[in-house]
Each structure stands twice: as C-alpha cells, then as structure tokens.
C-alpha cells in the first residue's frame, strides 16, 4: 500500500467515524452543540456543513436508488458501453431503423411490462 492510499484510507475512516456521531443528533443545529471531542469548533461546523450539503447526500429528498441508473450501472461498462447482450441489441435494433429512444424506453424494453413497477 503507497503513502497515498493510506492517506486515503486514514481520511475516510475519519470521516466515517465523524458522520457515524453526527448522526447520532436529529439536526444539523444540536449537532453543532455537542461538538466530536476530536475536533476543534470549526472542524465541526466544516464537518456539519459537508454532511448536510446535497452533494454528499445520495438523494436528499427521498433514500431510493432511481431505477434507471441502478439498470444502466448494471449493464454497462465505465465508458457506457452495453454488457447486456439483449440491452445492445436492442440498441442496435433502434439505430438500424432511425429511430431515437431513450435510454429509459430501451430499458423498458428490456424489462417489459414490469418495468412499470418501478415508476414514480
């Protein structure tokens, strides 16, 4: 393991270790009151702030996966390319006739008529 990786892996134990007490409390402000005893103020307003913010969320308003991305994730590869053999043909079917489709209608196609179960 380089110095880089344990750096790496030293920072997000301490970031596990912090959010795991920061959500010990039901808000962001009582939070702020009880200060981790490893840190100094600001480091835990810092802290506080990061865990609250939308980028560090999954899904602020609501803790579901979105379908299509699960789906997508799953049968393509980093440089979204199909890995399913169906989802591809699909695909390629939808280019040889012109037509355009959305990846969630390709998906539905793939998926048939269950696909409806996972709709909003």
Not at 78 to 95: L, P
Request: aromatic share 12%; net charge neutral; glycine share 2%.
């Amino acid at each position: 393991m380089t110095v880089v990786e344990t750096m790496m892996m030293a920072r997000r134990t301490y970031h596990n270790r912090m959010h795991s007490y920061f959500k010990k409390f039901p808000t962001k402000e009582t939070a702020l009151l009880k200060l981790h005893p490893d840190t100094t103020e600001e480091q835990w307003k810092e802290l506080c702030d990061l865990f609250t913010s939308k980028a560090f969320m999954k899904n602020p308003d609501r803790d579901e996966i979105n379908p299509a991305k699960l789906y997508k994730k799953h049968y393509t590869n980093k440089n979204d390319v199909w890995t399913s053999e169906g989802a591809k043909e699909i695909y390629r079917q939808c280019e040889s006739e012109g037509k355009t489709y959305t990846e969630i209608e390709v998906y539905s196609e793939i998926l048939g008529k269950n696909w409806d179960m996972f709709a909003d």
